[in-house]
């Protein structure tokens, strides 16, 4: 393994406001972050913002703004989406950033240098709401086939790069390596698209000048998906600190929505390859989003903010939900009572409330001590030996971003839990004295299975893991936590207190 796990987000656009679908994107990303930094790994989290490009300058200008003004003016929207939602990315690149400009022009030079990068004319259509370029034959009913808006017919002069010349090295490595892009239908998609023909791609634009100048033409700005893409390297120091770079580099795993596959998977591999860099190892595009059954759109007015969510559930639901609720590599939708019903049957009932009535039976009957259990017999094992069933399976299903199935598994261990409490119904033994050591035994299982629950919600519910954590009796620090030696059974030190807390996840009325 390398060094650093470098896990990255797409840049987003700063021509609009962060939703639902922007962070579903960030919302995984944390999660694999925050997985592998229990695991051990030291990572590398990075997203931000693409602020170049025709739409930017568009939407600055219907503002009457100048677009640094513009792009100013939203990034702190994103920054405090990202807060709210208590992501952990280790870096905020921004393509308007000097070292991103930097970085940019090191590269197109080192491709015109190489012979890679030519001048020719450009003539055909072009979507400005995407920045891509497209083919007749692409279009539905004369609509971009992403957006479905208008497109404008275009004719400029433009530089190239030669993306037919490496078709077939993209290609080669693509079916070669089974887990560079995925999932499966995707691949197939783009081996498909590649196998009906590469065109050189243009790179450059005269048209307007809101983007990175050339370094060998001043009177061009390069093609915004040329420079956005270039964030995953400029981020690390490309360039500019090599030592540092090569630590990082390549990438573990790009998050893209499918929308930006094609992007990512054929004409970032060929730029790379024309550089002489190593590919990126994964490239995962997942589905998109619906609201109550519709695309989201400003002229329907179903666009959802996170804050919203976060406001009404708290930042651990609005987690929960989406990592929870969807399969990651296909479309999903949002509906606020699927989201109502998650809420209270998993967080407050099956969580909460296990929490709950666990802490509360310690603080009855131990005075909020944790008790010294005694040799554990059948129940106790069940729940003892479910733990590494869970373990193995949450590595499995991680690896996989399948994370609606890594939550199911832990999920297990809850529903296991809680059966474990009703069965052995400590209630029920807590007035006779001869069963003393039984009760301690019984309330020891019932805290430790708790702890190790704070341990495997911790990618996915952080701050719900440290209270859970907290509450248990442990004054190490959660995050400090390494996954496989902490998950040991038996690692709640006997004699510690307990704090019993608020309700985690308070219900809420249907």
């Known amino acids: 393994m390398g060094e650093i796990f470098y896990v990255t987000t797409p840049i987003y656009y700063v021509n609009d406001m962060p939703h639902i679908g922007t962070a579903y994107t960030t919302v995984a990303a944390d999660a694999v972050a925050r997985y592998q930094r229990l695991k051990g790994r030291k990572v590398f989290f990075l997203t931000g913002t693409d602020e170049h ?113 490496y078709a077939h090295a993209v290609l080669k490595h693509i079916e070669e390596n089974p887990e560079f892009v995925q999932p499966e239908t995707r691949r197939n998609e783009v081996i498909s698209f590649i196998k009906s023909g ?157 929490v709950s009535r666990v802490l509360t039976m310690v603080k009855k009957y131990r005075n909020g001590t944790v008790p010294e259990p005694d040799t554990p017999g059948a129940e106790e094992n069940g729940v003892i030996e479910t733990v590494p069933l869970v373990l193995s399976e949450l590595d499995e299903k991680m690896s996989e971003l399948a994370f609606n199935e890594a939550l199911s598994s832990v999920w297990d261990l809850v529903h296991a839990l809680n059966r474990y409490v009703d069965i052995r119904a400590p209630w029920s033994i807590a007035s006779d004295p001869s069963r003393e050591r039984e009760l301690d035994t019984i309330l020891y299982t019932s805290l430790e299975g708790l702890r190790i629950i704070a341990l495997l919600i911790l990618p996915f519910m952080p701050e719900t893991a440290e209270k859970i954590w907290m509450r248990t009796g442990m004054t190490d620090k959660i995050s400090d936590m390494k996954l496989d030696e902490a998950a040991k059974w038996g690692m709640l030190p006997h004699g510690s207190k307990t704090v019993s807390g608020d309700a985690l996840f308070p219900r809420k009325p249907e």
């Open 198 to 354: 590469l065109s050189d791609q243009s790179i450059s634009r005269t048209s307007f000048t809101w983007g990175i100048p050339l370094p060998f033409d001043a009177r061009h700005v390069m093609y915004v998906w040329f420079d956005a893409l270039l964030n995953y390297i400029s981020a690390i120091d490309y360039g500019s600190d090599m030592k540092r770079f090569v630590q990082t580099w390549p990438a573990d795993l790009h998050l893209v929505g499918k929308e930006i596959l094609r992007f990512h998977a054929i004409i970032w591999p060929a730029m790379l390859f024309a550089a002489e860099l190593p590919l990126p190892k994964r490239i995962f595009a997942h589905g998109w989003l619906t609201v109550e059954g519709q695309k989201m759109s400003k002229s329907l007015g179903n666009v959802i903010s996170p804050k919203e969510l976060v406001v009404e559930y708290g930042t651990d639901a609005y987690r929960y939900y989406f990592l929870r609720e969807f399969s990651f590599g296909i479309d999903g939708n949002f509906s606020r009572r699927t989201l109502l019903g998650r809420y209270n049957a998993e967080l407050a009932n099956d969580l909460g409330n296990l």
């Open 53 to 165: 490009g025709q739409k930017v300058a568009q939407a600055a200008a219907e503002r009457n703004q100048n677009p640094q003004v513009w792009a100013d003016s939203m990034v702190p929207h994103f920054k405090e989406t990202w807060r709210i939602l208590n992501i952990s990315n280790d870096d905020f690149i921004r393509t308007t950033d000097n070292r991103h400009t930097r970085v940019a022009q090191i590269f197109i030079q080192k491709l015109k240098d190489k012979g890679d990068i030519y001048l020719g004319t450009y003539e055909g259509w072009y979507c400005v709401h995407d920045e891509s370029f497209l083919l007749s034959s692409q279009l539905v009913d004369g609509n971009c086939p992403e957006c479905r808006r208008p497109v404008e017919w275009v004719k400029e002069e433009n530089y190239f790069f030669k993306l037919s010349k």
